[in-house]
């Protein structure tokens, strides 16, 4: 069973390396116990939302970017090829608007 704990984990932990931070400074920045920071990265907790967004503004790193990763780790696991999923089976936000789209906006907006 995959959890997603352990996946917010791991990316956490990841992106916090990528930057050159410590745990401690990390948690300190974003005003989290060290312990408790330490037990989300490896996934033995679940953070709430709150303490998930102080981290990413801790790791100067969106909270959309974290939780894209997560996903994208999420789809390999489950190997859901996220570029040809059936969306009549699953909802799929994309990722860019189709120039058609774009089009039509920026001229009903010029119109205005």
Sequence with gaps: M???RQEIGEV???VRL????TLRQVASR???ALGYLSEVERGQKEASSEILASVAD???TPISIIMREVGDRLAVI?????TSV??????V??????DELVAEFDADFAMH
């Design 2 to 4: 995959v959890l997603v």
């Design 12 to 14: 956490l932990r990841d």
């Design 18 to 21: 990528q930057k050159g931070r």
């Design 30 to 32: 974003a005003s989290v």
């Design 58 to 60: 801790a790791l100067d």
């Design 78 to 82: 489950e190997g859901v090829d996220i």
């Design 86 to 91: 059936d969306i009549n089976s699953v909802t």
């Design 93 to 98: 936000v994309p990722d860019t608007l189709p």
